[in-house]
Nanobody
Framework: QVQLVESGGGLVQAGGSLRLSCAAS????????VGWFRRRPGEEREFVAA???????HYADSVKGRFAISRDSAEKMTYLQMNSLKPEDTAVYYC??????????????????WGRGAQVTVSS
């Protein structure tokens, strides 16, 4: 079992930056892939970024070059650095984990563990 808790959301102006953090519990966290998904108002949950246990990263085209995912497995932390934020990045952002690789085509409903989400609001 893995429990995930997000932090770092908030309100920012367009062009600004935020860093989301995801704290995990569980002794085997280093074996898990971790992903960030988001749910924009009125839309389904969508893939944003993911990182494997070995550090390989995957990004949605909409955030490539602006967002960066990283992890510190020793501290059981995963981060999402978000730069050049746009109003369309406004969403609830969720941290998720699974023993299987998470990529941009991963069905969110098949990912095993989820945090409760953090609101990110980007004003124009």
């Amino acid at each position: 079992q893995v429990q995930l808790v997000e932090s770092g959301g908030g309100l920012v102006q367009a062009g600004g930056s935020l860093r989301l953090s995801c704290a995990a519990s569980g002794s085997t966290f280093s074996s898990y892939a971790v992903g960030w998904f988001r749910r924009r108002p009125g839309e389904e949950r969508e893939f944003v970024a993911a990182i494997t246990w070995s550090g390989m990263t995957h990004y949605a085209d909409s955030v490539k070059g602006r967002f960066a995912i990283s992890r510190d497995s020793a501290e059981k932390m995963t981060y999402l650095q978000m730069n050049s934020l746009k109003p369309e990045d406004t969403a609830v952002y969720y941290c998720a984990a699974d023993l299987r690789v998470i990529v941009r085509t991963t069905d969110p409903y098949k990912v095993s563990f989820w945090g409760r989400g953090a609101q990110v609001t980007v004003s124009s």
